[in-house]
């Protein structure tokens, strides 16, 4: 079965770190691309980072540029996201999704999610 699972989640006060990852099982995320969804209750859910599946080329939302990090391990089958000086506006269900071609902005072009893990930010 081709299953991704995100993990890290949990509850940080604002200015905390967390460290999101992303790990395959079935499937092998080294010829795919992995974005990172986050959504927010009431809200619409966006894309806030992608990494090629070479790693060469990493792209960030304006909302989260400069504070999370994404990168990945084709070894361990995982990719991961650091988040840096949290607020309370990036409380939200984040999720990973694989596309087998480039990254892209939109997530109906994704092959492969994950079920989520919740973030909330607050003190």
């Known amino acids: 079965q081709l299953q991704l699972v995100e993990s890290g989640g949990g509850l940080v006060q604002p200015g905390g770190s967390l460290r999101l990852s992303c790990a395959a099982s079935?499937?092998?995320?080294?010829?795919?691309?992995i974005g990172w969804f986050r959504q927010a209750p009431g809200k619409e859910r966006e894309g806030i980072s992608c990494?090629?599946?070479?790693?060469?080329?990493?792209n960030y939302a304006a909302s989260v540029k400069e504070r999370f990090t994404m990168s990945r391990d084709n070894a361990k089958n995982a990719v991961y996201l650091q988040m840096n000086s949290l607020e309370s506006e990036d409380t939200a269900a984040y999720y990973c999704?694989?596309?087998?071609?480039?990254?892209?902005?939109?997530?109906?072009?994704?092959?492969?999610w994950g079920q989520g893990t919740q973030v909330t930010v607050s003190s």
């Open positions: 999704a694989a596309r087998r071609r480039s990254c892209s902005r939109f997530e109906d072009e994704y092959d492969y």
């Open positions: 990494i090629s599946s070479s790693g060469g080329s990493i």
């Open positions: 079935g499937f092998t995320l080294d010829r795919s691309a």
